[in-house]
Every structure is written in structure tokens, then in C-alpha cells.
């Protein structure tokens, strides 16, 4: 079973049921698809949050068609030579080797900064190998030269980690539906009868949370 969850309420917005030997990656364009199908426009979520079975160009586009940023971490064992002149998350090199340090973002354009002028490194050449400016050499790169490689905020900056942690809320979902439910106890064959057995474990999380939340309301 392949879910979408929101991550603040940790319950299951889409989810799609397929033999065994699916990847992974292969479902998750359409997870994004039947989220934005089930929402109003006004409510669809900023960011899509997937582990690195995700990391596929479709995915990243399936985010951008959706109005929303897909935050992926890349699967290096797939990965080819990065473009010359970055490394393989996407941050710049400098003249000297050192990776520049990311300053931010301005909508789709990423800013990078001289890493010497940043306190990062102690370049022996300092600033001027590159730029005559005190405030060192900056580089800028918009996302849509490559969605993979390049992301809105900087894959593993801060704000890109913060996101990336959310992600263990569908790990919780799936283990509730397992311990608490019978996901995990099928006694049937056949991927109809499977899929209409855990619709009804969703339907059952979905019930006991309303039950929950109107519980808390009336005891308010």
C-alpha cells in the first residue's frame, strides 16, 4: 500500500494498492495526483515529502504541476558524474573546489556565496581569485534548470532537513494501521479483495480520528 499523509494531522489523504514488486517510485506522481484530486485548490500542500525510492524525474515534475515543491533526497547509488562545476546536491564549486554556501532563495533562483567570505573556509587566495567585490563571488541558479537537482529551500540546508524530518509521519501512520488494525493480518487473495481490505483500515483510522477529535470537543 502506497499512502499520502498530511503530515500535521498524520492521517491518510490518497493511497494506491499494487503487487509487491512495484517501486516505490513509480506510484508517487500519482499519490500527488489524487491528493490534489481530493482538496480544494486553496488547500493543496506546498510540499510533497518522499524518501529517496522516490527520486525520479517524474516525481519532482508531478510536484511542479501541483503548484509545490518535492523535497527528495537524491539516491546516489543511480547517480551519474554531477554537471561539472556543482556536486551532487546541487551547490555550486568555487574556483578552488570548496563548495559555496547557500544564501537563500528569491521564489525559483537559489543564491550561493563565496565560502571563503562566508567563514567556511580559509581559501589561501581568500576572495579576490574570484571576485573583486568584498562581498565575494555569487552565483545564482534557478531551479527549473534541472528540478533533481536543484530545490526550493537548498537540499540540506536547514529548512530542507526541517521538511525532510515530516516525513516520518507516514512510518506512523503505517505502523498504526499494522499494530492497532489488520493491515498487516490478510486473509484474502487477489488485489481487489486486498485493496477493499485495507480501505476498510483506512476508513477505520479515519472514523476513530473524527471520533477523537469531536471527543476533545466536547469535552472542551
Not at 70 to 80: G, Q, T, V
Not at 136 to 145: A, F, I, M, P
Not at 190 to 212: C, F, M
Request: aromatic share 8%; charged share 20%; glycine share 6%.
Amino acid at each position: 500500500m502506497h499512502i499520502a499523509v498530511d503530515t500535521a494531522s498524520e492521517l491518510p489523504v490518497a493511497f494506491e494498492v499494487t503487487p509487491a514488486n512495484t517501486n516505490d517510485g513509480d506510484l508517487g506522481a500519482e499519490l500527488i495526483k489524487k491528493t490534489t484530486a481530493s482538496l480544494p485548490k486553496k488547500h493543496w500542500p506546498k510540499f510533497y515529502v518522499m524518501d529517496a525510492g522516490y527520486d525520479q524525474n517524474k516525481n519532482y515534475e508531478a510536484a511542479r504541476d501541483a503548484l509545490a515543491k518535492a523535497i527528495i533526497p537524491l539516491n546516489l547509488r543511480n547517480e551519474k558524474i554531477p554537471l561539472e562545476g556543482i556536486n551532487s546536491n546541487g551547490t555550486p564549486i568555487c574556483s578552488m573546489g570548496y563548495s559555496m554556501v547557500y544564501w537563500g532563495s528569491d521564489k525559483d533562483t537559489l543564491k550561493f556565496r563565496c565560502p571563503h567570505v562566508s567563514g567556511k573556509v580559509n581559501c589561501p587566495f581568500g576572495s579576490a581569485w574570484c571576485s573583486n567585490s568584498n562581498y565575494g563571488l555569487v552565483k545564482k541558479v534557478k531551479v527549473t534548470e534541472d528540478l533533481r537537482r536543484y530545490s526550493v529551500p537548498h537540499r540540506d540546508s536547514r529548512g530542507w532537513t526541517e521538511l525532510y524530518k515530516q516525513r516520518t509521519s507516514v512510518e506512523r501512520v503505517n505502523s498504526r494501521l499494522k499494530s492497532y488494525l489488520t493491515a498487516n493480518q490478510l486473509h484474502v487473495w487477489g488485489i481487489k479483495k486486498v485493496k477493499s481490505h485495507l480501505v476498510i483500515n483506512l476508513v477505520v483510522l479515519l472514523l476513530g480520528a473524527l471520533a477523537t477529535s469531536q471527543s476533545n470537543k466536547n469535552a472542551a
